[in-house]
């Protein structure tokens, strides 16, 4: 009888939950899918984020932001306009300049990074995967209410795949159970068909979907993200992820000092490997120079920040947990730090990408076929 009030608790949870949050987990679902292979997409679609390999050093930052002030400040109202970072991304890609115009727009520059020469200029919120990774994130409502929707919705999701999970379990494990739990079956009716369509895709998917709530969640809810922390951690607290500051009251700076650090850090970090380098300059009297390096493409959990003061080139602590190498970062901080990696399925490389995309097509379809099956048994009760 216990057990009984369990599993009708449980299925009460299951279903509910599922109605709630099934529009949501269905867009977030799909738009994740899409967003999966931007990378190879826009290599496809977009030919000058690449130029010809040529036996010759980089530009400096400091001359690539030299180069595009023709193309930066070119109106009166550009006189408010901010050069953020230079982005090398390995010998044969464009060099990307970002800078924030009046319009709080920010812009990309294409540039080639041997000659400076500008390749293409894009609003860097106003193409395709921008518009679908807004839908992931907030469903294209305006942020504050957006991210918490997706965030609860998320969240119930990942009870109604812990409850799935047990109305899952079968009563007895024999080879026949396992064969009716696991497979599903050819010659069946519609509604015996989209029920195992559901129960059993449901269960294939469920690792990756627990997965995909619990990293997702890390973004949506600071205290969520504290918790995981605090538990990868052994009871930890996490850094915050914050820009250096600069120590403003030397203001007798001379000259600046962007090539002498370019000099010093290009002897630390390989530049025409894979991966991506970024330089960026303070925008302010109290902003810092900084640079972050990633040696993977398309993984994010190696990722480095670090911070130098703009007016004595001092090293700054800065960039939270990711403001230490991976190598030297505390088990609980590499686990963390792979948040997104295994979000995406990155952690495996390609082949993890693919899987991850299918699992969550698969994950799209659960709530369509459990609304089915709901409303197919009102009608039957009806009848």
Not at 199 to 221: D, E, M, P, Q, R
Request: hydrophobic share 40%.
């Amino acid at each position: 009888m216990k057990n009984n009030i369990i599993k009708r608790s449980f299925h009460w949870l299951h279903l509910w939950l599922g109605l709630v949050s099934g529009i949501v987990v269905c867009i977030v679902s799909i738009t994740g899918c899409i967003y999966a292979f931007k990378p190879e997409i826009t290599d496809w679609l977009e030919p000058y984020r690449f130029v010809a390999p040529i036996n010759k050093p980089f530009l400096s930052p400091l001359e690539l932001r030299n180069k595009v002030v023709s193309t930066t400040f070119t109106a009166k109202a550009d006189s408010s306009n901010v050069i953020y970072d230079v982005t090398y991304n390995g010998k044969e890609r464009a060099a990307i300049v970002t800078y924030g115009n009046a319009h709080k727009k920010e812009i990309e520059l294409m540039i080639n990074p041997y000659d400076g020469k500008v390749l293409h200029k894009q609003n860097r919120r106003d193409d395709f995967f921008s518009f679908i990774l807004r839908g992931h994130r907030s469903l294209w409502l305006p942020k504050p209410i957006g991210h918490y929707v997706v965030g609860w919705s998320i969240f119930l999701f990942f009870i109604v795949s812990l409850t799935g999970l047990f109305l899952w379990i079968p009563k007895k494990w024999n080879k026949k159970t396992l064969k009716s739990i696991l497979t599903i079956k050819q010659h069946s009716g519609v509604n015996k068909k989209i029920y195992d369509l559901h129960k059993v895709l449901g269960f294939y998917t469920l690792l990756f979907a627990l997965c995909v709530c619990i990293t997702g969640l890390t973004w949506s809810f600071d205290w969520f993200s504290k918790a995981y922390y605090g538990l990868l951690s052994g009871g930890g607290k996490i850094e915050k992820w914050e820009v250096a500051t600069s120590d403003s009251t030397q203001t007798n700076k001379t000259k600046d000092l962007a090539d002498v650090l370019w000099n010093k850090v290009i002897k630390e970090y390989p530049l025409n490997g894979k991966g991506s380098f970024t330089f960026m300059f303070p925008i302010d009297k109290s902003g810092s120079f900084g640079i972050a390096y990633n040696p993977e493409e398309n993984s994010y959990r190696k990722r480095e920040y670090r911070f130098f003061d703009q007016y004595s080139l001092k090293e700054l602590k800065g960039g939270g947990i990711y403001g230490t190498p991976y190598r030297s970062a505390p088990i609980g901080d590499k686990i963390y730090r792979m948040n997104y990696d295994i979000h995406s399925g990155a952690i495996a490389g390609l082949p993890g990408r693919i899987l991850m995309f299918f699992a969550c097509f698969i994950i799209a379809t659960l709530p369509i076929t459990g609304f089915i099956i709901w409303k197919r048994k009102r009608i039957v009760k009806k009848k």
